[in-house]
């Protein structure tokens, strides 16, 4: 067969590949399935971080750095979340341009990478722990995109990397992505870990609201611990902005509770078997929550 006859055939071969493969990886048993689609994933991560590069160099020589994120993300959701049949339901997505803004969202596994490719805004970086910034291909991505390091280790560095933070969002008329919980919450109940106070800092420092973004529960998703990935659809709300114009340091504590208290609520009203459950178990559920919210702040309180 001649050259020129297999090109035409390979430029069916490979889209009708793509297209299928969804539903190619959805006939493997659970654990091989689980494993692929992991690969799959993992797979993206790689090829947007060397892809990101390029990207974040000629945004960068367009003076346009500010919008690698919200292009390299998107690129990323879709090459990482079609093929594992995961699908979003999005709503508040007006809210994204409401700028500037700190953005916080619920931390509940690696998968979350996802989430935050589906919804990033335009105009936002993201904060995270230094170690990334070492990670090959992705630690340079990152650095060209203006992420935040924080050196978890020093609390010196890590405030004088807030400080600059503030200074670069009001000069670039930027935001900048946290998972405040400051760690994958890995629960199995709709809930959320305490809140870390730096996101909070933020806001009021530099006056800009706090966006609260809200993924449910995707359990039935992806869930590690039982080596199940089957997919489905993934809910996302994206909830008003909560302004934070003449508060001082004084109001930390309270904004952060306020934004933990609407997070949680839309958290619960996603999850369809707490609310299903809430008539009967009222009284047990409070107190099981109780327990969970005291051990988590002992546990807090010894990281502190």
Known sequence: MSSESTIPWGLIAVPAFILALPRLLAVLPQKIQFVTKCGVVLIATFIMS???CFISIVFALLNRRHEINFVVARIFSFIASYPCGVTFKVSGEEHLEKYPAIVVCNHQSSMDMMILGRVFPKHCVVMAKKE??????????MTLSNAIFIDRKNHKKAIESTTQ???NMKKHNSGIWIFPEGTRSRLETAYLLP??????HLAIQSQQPIMPIVAAGYSNIYDSASRSFPGGELEIRVLEPIPTTGMTVD???????RTRAVMLK???EMDHSVSSASNSTGSSTAVAEGTIDEGL?????AKE
């Open 50 to 52: 060397i892809v990101g």
């Open 165 to 167: 933070a503030v200074t």
């Open 195 to 200: 809140f870390k106070k730096g996101a909070f």
């Open 132 to 141: 990334l910034q070492y990670f090959p291909f992705l630690g340079i991505f």
């Open 297 to 301: 702040k002992q546990r807090r309180t």
């Open 251 to 257: 109001d930390v504590n309270d904004l952060m509770e």
């Open 266 to 268: 839309s958290l619960k």
